[in-house]
């Protein structure tokens, strides 16, 4: 069965055009019904005051001699329309009436029937009010559009009448609609190329977004995408960027992380592998072979606190959802800490400047381990002095910890929260990167930088994040 081609599976491009296409077509034929209409209706209606001001111009000039003859009558038309009908003989029709409907004289274009002439006459004189009379004649396919007023010239009572014939409005209207037709396919034809310009300026960019990203996902990572505009697609294209430099980080990162946790493990294996060959050869003996099992045992501790710190990175990284967030006091959580490890290093002095209490919503357990790792890295490093301190707003709370250690080297910096990135004294490369996914899990963040004297790690926390839930 064949599929339908609907409109949304077409080219973006496409789309625009043709919905521009019906929208014009549609306002083109509304217009082409409604225009001729709407100017016919207004052409009926200012003929009829065209008409009353040339009853009155004319009106003025009507004489007749001692014998009741009437004179020459003079020839006018309103200007607009000698300007609009040049190549027409056109002037408004003139008739005059004896009170008693003998015809005195008449000014026309072309012969008025007599029955016609008697039936103005008729409806002029039936018209009884003081004011001037409008009215419409229809007959024998003629429509005739009149002003009429019983009129007095010296006691002498007459009917005057100016009519104009409903075809000449036509004329008009045609004109008119011509003109306007002309001037409305210009337009359209113009608006169709601009609509054809307009589709591709935007569909354009768009097909180099998607040849962008089948780019990104054959990994290809080191071709710039340049699209200046700072309109919503200038956004996307941003955001196109970005996506693409976190991409390329974290294919640099799982690279750097494959091959050290190849180096990590390596390690304690190969000398598992080389004290325990050692003793089954019985290449050590007595002290020695005491002294391998020894090695043996540290090193798989050793590899089994790599691959606990490991899995325990992966489920905080992966399932926010383990964490079980309620109301704690932070002071107190940093103050238990420094208790359990100022006996590490005894030399190293402790100055915590927190307030009293210092609450917050979060896992205790998870961030107690994510302090922990972050002030084990700083006692390591530090000579004499470790520092705590914080800055409060009403949404986050920002600790500092601080020591007076050596610089982080400038090449490690931008990567220390990474896995396996650490400094000549590191010892696994994992705690730093567990404590920046257990505050990013809280909905905060975590930074490193080189002050005069020593390291400063910035931490800010919301104070009221809420649990995840599941999706």
């Known amino acids: 069965m064949k599929r339908r081609l609907r409109l949304r599976d077409w080219p ?8 521009f296409m019906l929208l014009t077509t549609v306002l083109g034929v509304s217009v082409g019904v409604l225009y001729p209409l709407a100017v ?33 009558v003079p020839a006018s038309a309103p200007y607009f329309l000698q ?94 609609t011509r003109q306007f037709f002309y001037i409305f396919a210009i337009i359209l034809v113009i608006s169709w190329l601009i609509a054809i310009w307009f589709s591709r300026y935007l569909s354009n960019p768009i097909r180099r977004l998607e040849e962008y990203t089948k780019k990104i996902a054959k990994r290809q990572f080191d071709i710039p995408l340049k699209l200046d505009r700072k309109d919503e697609i200038g956004q996307l294209a941003h955001s196109f960027e970005t996506m693409k ?39 050590f003996q007595g002290p020695q072979a005491e002294k391998g099992l020894e090695v043996i045992m540290e090193e798989s501790k050793r ?27 932070a002071s ?33 357990e998870q961030l107690s381990t994510a302090f922990i790792n972050i002030l084990e890295n700083q006692l390591r490093y530090a000579k004499s002095k470790l520092t705590i301190s914080c800055r409060c707003t009403p949404e986050h709370i920002e600790l ?28 696994h490369g994992l705690g730093l990167a567990i404590a920046r996914a257990v505050i990013e899990a809280h909905g905060g963040t975590i930074h490193a930088r080189n002050e005069a004297v020593g390291v400063q790690f910035t931490i800010i926390l919301p104070r009221n994040k809420e649990a995840p839930t599941d999706r």
């Open 83 to 176: 300007l609009l009908l040049s190549k027409y003989k056109y002037t408004f029709d003139v008739i005059v009436y004896a009170a008693n409907g003998e015809l005195l004289g008449k000014r026309s274009t072309e012969p008025i029937p007599d029955e016609d002439a008697n039936e103005l006459y008729n409806m002029a004189s039936s018209y009884k009010k003081q004011d001037i009379q409008h009215g419409t004649l229809d007959h024998d396919g003629e429509t005739y559009m009149f002003v009429s007023k019983r009129m007095d010239y010296h006691d002498f009572p007459y009917y005057l009448v100016i009519f104009s014939k409903e075809r000449e409005i036509n004329v008009i209207n045609a004109v008119l």
């Open 12 to 19: 973006l491009s496409r789309q625009i055009l043709v919905l």
């Open 400 to 427: 500092i910890m601080a020591n007076d250690g050596p610089p982080i080297e400038e090449a490690i910096l931008p990567v220390l929260f990474q896995r396996f990135r650490k400094g000549k004294s590191g010892k």
């Open 332 to 364: 107190e959580l940093i103050s238990l800490i420094q208790q359990r490890l100022s006996v590490l290093n005894p030399a190293i002095s402790w100055d915590i400047q927190l307030p009293p209490e210092l609450p917050l919503c979060g896992d205790g």
């Open 40 to 72: 016919k209706q207004y052409l009926v209606g200012n003929t009829y005051s065209l008409l009353e001001e040339e009853f009155t111009t004319l009106s003025s000039h009507i004489s007749f001699t001692e014998q009741h003859e009437l004179l020459p």
């Open 303 to 329: 590899l089994e606190k790599v691959v606990e710190q490991l899995l325990y990175l992966t489920k905080i990284e992966s399932v926010a959802q383990m964490l079980q967030f309620s109301r704690l006091d």
């Open 245 to 283: 430099n976190q991409l390329k980080e974290h294919d640099e990162s799982q690279q750097h992380f494959v091959q050290n946790i190849s180096h990590e493990l390596k390690t304690p294996i190969m000398a598992i592998q080389g004290y325990t060959q050692g003793l089954l050869e019985g290449v």
